[in-house]
Nanobody, 116 residues
Framework: QVQLVESGGGLVQSGGSLRVSCAAS????????MSWYRQAPGKERELVAT????????NYAASVKGRFTISRDNVKNTVSLQMNNLKPDDTAIYYC?????????WGQGTQVTVSS
């Protein structure tokens, strides 16, 4: 079955950096797009970044463009999100996600907290 397991969240000061990663299993990782979403308290879940495969083309939300970088390793079946110049508004639970045959799969999420 599809499994997505995030890691790497934590507490960081404004302007700092964090890297979150997602280990995927149960499907052919190299043939599907992977995305990172986030959900802040009291807000809807929003798409942060997507990376496709093959080709590794990427898309970013306007709020993170130029600060965040999504990448993937099709050998290790992992997708990562490097987050630089973090701001308090980036505080949220970050989720890894993919879609297989019309069904959306989510990881359990990892908390990222940015202090001012």
């Amino acid at each position: 079955q599809v499994q997505l397991v995030e890691s790497g969240g934590g507490l960081v000061q404004s302007g700092g950096s964090l890297r979150v990663s997602c280990a995927a299993s149960g499907f052919t990782f190299s043939s599907v797009a992977m995305s990172w979403y986030r959900q802040a308290p009291g807000k809807e879940r929003e798409l942060v970044a997507t990376i496709r495969s093959p080709g590794a083309s990427t898309n970013y939300a306007a709020s993170v463009k130029g600060r965040f970088t999504i990448s993937r390793d099709n050998v290790k079946n992992t997708v990562s999100l490097q987050m630089n110049n973090l701001k308090p508004d980036d505080t949220a639970i970050y989720y890894c996600s993919t879609v297989r045959y019309g069904q959306v799969y989510w990881g359990q999420g990892t908390q990222v907290t940015v202090s001012s």
